[in-house]
């Protein structure tokens, strides 16, 4: 599988490292549970922990690869709190204002926080994914390659828990990044740029759908491969909206509704005065046949859900209903 070339390319030379576990600690910069803690409240960025054994091949073989791989270990000490927590160690380990130890007998003995991470089943490698504020965390057992750990590294660091659904999301990922998984049927969106969208809608009154761009934001780049490119999706963007796609480091002068936007610092304008400074990717931003904002859409959108998405604005139903209430009576064309 082909990952992202700027982030992902897997490495074709594996350099062999000494068998035991704990003398190779691959290219990530590992800290302590103790200090992963600390830092995220501090400055919060998603916590990955692998949860291994000094015993256990497989563990060794993931240090040696997966997190020996360079493009891997730079995503991970650049948007991660990297934990290697050995599950037998004899240290006492105070997490969330709870204290651990092993009272385990003997060189195996588990480690009681082992039992909080593997709740269910002790198996190794292990690896723990969890939120910035560490309430919500993804268990992931056994070995991960490179191309395996690269999209849930995104699906963390992107912050798309609850927007999507993990495994979804990892066959998009799959679906972007590999040619040989593409889908067969695909579509095209007719993008116009911001100026032409703007007039067109002065003329033929539509509402104008914006996609903000960032080049940093690798699930914006799922989106414009997989959900853009849905036939149901391109089909009812060109028939109903002026699809645009902005890149939000445009250097581009923006004229709209009497108003001069133009990029400052950096981004545009236009992101910042559309999301309210609350700057986040993927967006969208949807305007009205009038030109007038009608809302920014910070996240993620599946084309399962974009559909809804699509359907609430150009209906206008979201005038008179909420969309929680619209989710469960829609019944869409994608499953």
């Not at 599950?87 to 060189?107: H, R, V």
């Not at 032409?196 to 699930?219: M, T």
């Not at 149901?232 to 002068?253: H, Q």
């Not at 559309?274 to 910070?298: A, D, H, R, V, Y």
Request: a positive charge; aromatic letters at 14%; one cysteine or more.
């Amino acid at each position: 599988m082909k990952l992202l070339k700027l982030l992902f390319t897997f490495s074709l030379i594996v350099t062999l490292f000494p068998s035991h576990a704990q003398k190779n600690q691959g290219l990530v910069n590992w800290i302590t549970i103790e200090e992963a803690e600390k830092k995220a409240k501090a400055k919060p960025k998603p916590i990955m922990v692998d949860v291994y054994t000094d015993w256990c091949g497989w563990c060794k073989k993931m240090m040696n690869t997966t997190f020996s791989d360079p493009q891997v270990a730079e995503y991970i000490n650049k948007n991660f709190y990297a934990v290697a927590f050995n599950a037998e160690t004899k240290d006492t380990i105070t997490w969330q204002g709870k204290t651990y130890t092993n009272k385990e007998k003997g060189p195996r003995g588990t480690h009681e926080l082992t039992y909080h991470f593997l709740p269910e089943k002790r198996s190794y490698p292990s690896t723990v994914f969890m939120t910035g504020d560490m309430k919500n965390s993804t268990l992931v057992p056994g070995y991960l390659d490179a191309n395996t750990i690269s999209p849930i590294l995104v699906y963390y660091q992107e912050n798309l828990l609850g927007k999507a659904n993990i495994n979804d999301f990892m066959a998009y990922f799959d679906s972007t990044f590999s040619e040989d998984k593409k889908p067969l049927l695909q579509k095209e969106v007719k993008w116009y740029s911001i100026q032409e969208a703007f007039e067109l809608n002065s003329k033929h009154p539509k509402k104008i759908f914006i996609h903000l761009q960032n080049k940093e934001s690798i699930s914006s780049q799922v989106m414009d491969s997989t959900s853009y490119t849905h036939p149901v999706i391109a089909d009812y963007l060109n028939k109903n909206f002026y699809p645009v796609r902005f890149d939000a480091e445009s250097k581009e002068t923006v004229n709209i509704l009497g108003h001069t936007l133009e990029k400052k610092g950096k981004y545009h304008q236009l992101v910042s005065v559309g999301m309210n400074n609350k700057i986040s990717f993927p967006s969208i931003l949807l305007f009205n046949e009038q030109n007038e904002l009608i809302t920014p859409i910070p996240q993620y959108l599946t084309p399962k859900f974009m559909e809804q998405v699509l359907y609430f604005f150009k209906e206008d139903v979201y005038l008179k209903n909420s969309f929680a209430d619209f989710q469960k009576n829609f019944q869409g064309s994608i499953h």
